[in-house]
DNA sequence: GTGGTCTAGACCACA
DNA sequence: GTGGTCTAGACCACG
């Protein structure tokens, strides 16, 4: 289900944290959708289940997960997330970003290519349409 | 010269390395230049030398400066950096952080806005044509 | 008759105590009214009926319910209560709370206001002196 | 230092996070004033170091402390606390119990004392009078 | 020295 | 069965 790399600087529950959030944020993962269990996915990436609730943890604290005690992790909706504060943290970091890949050759055409694969990927709230270029 | 923010969670090392990154991207650090020495940032930024020449270390492998023995510091000229794999990964990057945002909810106009403050802010410091510095 | 949140942090038998027993605090349950039965409850709410009779259970600890074997639960009245020891406890607790509320920002006139609606809520349901139920 | 129980229903991790929180509350520990490290803390307390961290990880979390690896944990500013929802869940929860406590015979008088109490324990932000009942 | 991550394995609480 | 807590002990990252 998911690939880690035991040995990058990245520390494997984050690794964890990012893969989940990704099939959460492509709706991959649904709202109400419950999660493999800390011990299935603890022996399935032969990781240890300390490590699995950590990143199921920081998920929670983050606000794309609900966890219940006895029944399971859940994907969380979308409404009970704090985005605001959230929101503006990232335009900064992705402005970051782009000012940095334009010093190092990022080309305006580039910049419309990413821009539109954005839009098309990931599109909007309620799409039928999931012809995405993810996988 | 720099505002570190020991509180945050990012080491300081890593505030130091944005902060410099950012001077030379920007263009207020121009190729060639030499750093203040890190006995100089050490006192004036009441920081360890040892962080500071991590700091200096990690831009050095990064490719955005070159150390010469003796003489100091300096900020290395754009051809000599290995950008290519670089761009992909900001990219891949940007694209990740820019789907995050709309899943919280960045509108397509929020979008417009922050893509033409970037366009703004880089062109405005050094060139009027960002779309060929590289291939 | 009850709203559960499956989603909350707060295990569902816990959720049950306190819908109840605000329903005795309120009066809407009257003192030996008897409670539905477990399985009614249960099949309701659509809960395991072991997680009732915790909830059952519980109260009855806490003296707020007394059950009758093949006849059900329920409600005690206030002089069958161990409520010296606990009020103890819930004064420590409020006044915790209070503290916390004040360091977080709460003035003064909040707590009058506070204070107000707590005399208000409660006066208006059953009594026009509750400066005297004990001692 | 601290007292802890064992063999309580509340979490070590818990008893901790409260204790400190006390502290921080009521002033005797101000903002920026390092903690005991964990390791200090852990063989005082003949507790696990890990659970030491999760104490304070929580409060860093609380908006508490912040941590700088390193260096150590310390007492965070009010400014940093995100106190708007936290007050409202607080006034709610105050709400309750004095509502519980009126229920089990808590006088007008009785709340009289205890609202002075808390007013001359915990005065305001600046207080050179640390009269206070609390040790 | 400090905190952060991870493992192996035990035991408890909840449904 | 699920998640939650705790321990003992190892190793890494930071300053």
Redesign the interface.
Known sequence: MFQLDVRSRKPIYEQLVDKI??L???QILKPDEQLPSIRMLSSQLTVNPNTIQRAYRELE?QGYL????GKGN?V?A?E??P?EQ??TE??A???????????????????DV??F???H??KGDNSDDTSSIRK
């Open positions: 959030k990704e959460i944020i492509t604290n609900y966890s219940i005690k859940f969380a979308i009970h997330m985005n959230k929101l990232l335009k970091e992705i402005k970051k970003l782009i000012a940095e890949a334009i010093y190092l050759g990022l080309t305006k055409g580039d910049l990413l821009f694969e954005v839009n990927t990931n």
